[in-house]
């Protein structure tokens, strides 16, 4: 099995990763992913550039530690979990959750859940510059109640 976390400041190549991905078993039924992206609008606000700071090492630990407890709870073949960090304009991708198992329905909740967890468990701070001037961006009480719902 392969699972592998990076934090990064260089975009990836979805279509490699998943491919990368697909190449750890030929018992691959499914391969589900998630690639998330900086708005241009966030709070009705224009967001020129995303600032994403988190803290080396404690940071790829804390996501390691959402993977395993995934593997734990359904049977993944292989995941893939890129996370960037830096200054980033609207319209880059900042994530790319992907996982890999024999059954569609597991690795979709699979990569439901590691998403979910990121948005609360993950050490990252985002702080966003709009018209107003730089301001850090708070947890959103939506990702909290959906990381709930795994417990």
């Known amino acids: 099995m392969a699972f592998e976390v990076r934090v990064q400041t260089a975009d990836f190549d979805v279509s490699s990763e998943l491919a990368l991905l697909r190449q750890?078993?030929?018992q691959?039924?499914?391969v589900v992913n998630f690639v998330g992206t900086v708005r241009d609008v966030n709070h009705g606000q224009a967001v020129a550039s995303m600032e994403l700071e988190h803290y080396p090492g404690m940071t790829e630990k804390a996501i390691s530690d959402i993977v395993s407890q995934a593997k734990q709870r359904w049977q993944l073949l292989a995941a893939t979990v890129i996370?960037?960090?830096?200054?980033?304009?609207p319209g880059e991708q900042i994530v790319l959750v992907a996982v890999s198992s024999k059954h569609r329905g597991e690795a979709f909740q699979a990569c439901e859940f590691i998403m979910d967890f990121l948005k609360t468990q993950a050490p990252f701070w985002k702080k966003e510059q709009t018209e107003q001037g730089a301001q850090w961006v708070d947890a959103r009480e939506s990702d909290g109640e959906a990381a709930k719902r795994w417990q």
């Open 24 to 26: 750890h078993s030929l």
């Open 83 to 89: 996370h960037r960090v830096g200054l980033l304009q």
């Open 28 to 30: 691959t039924g499914a």
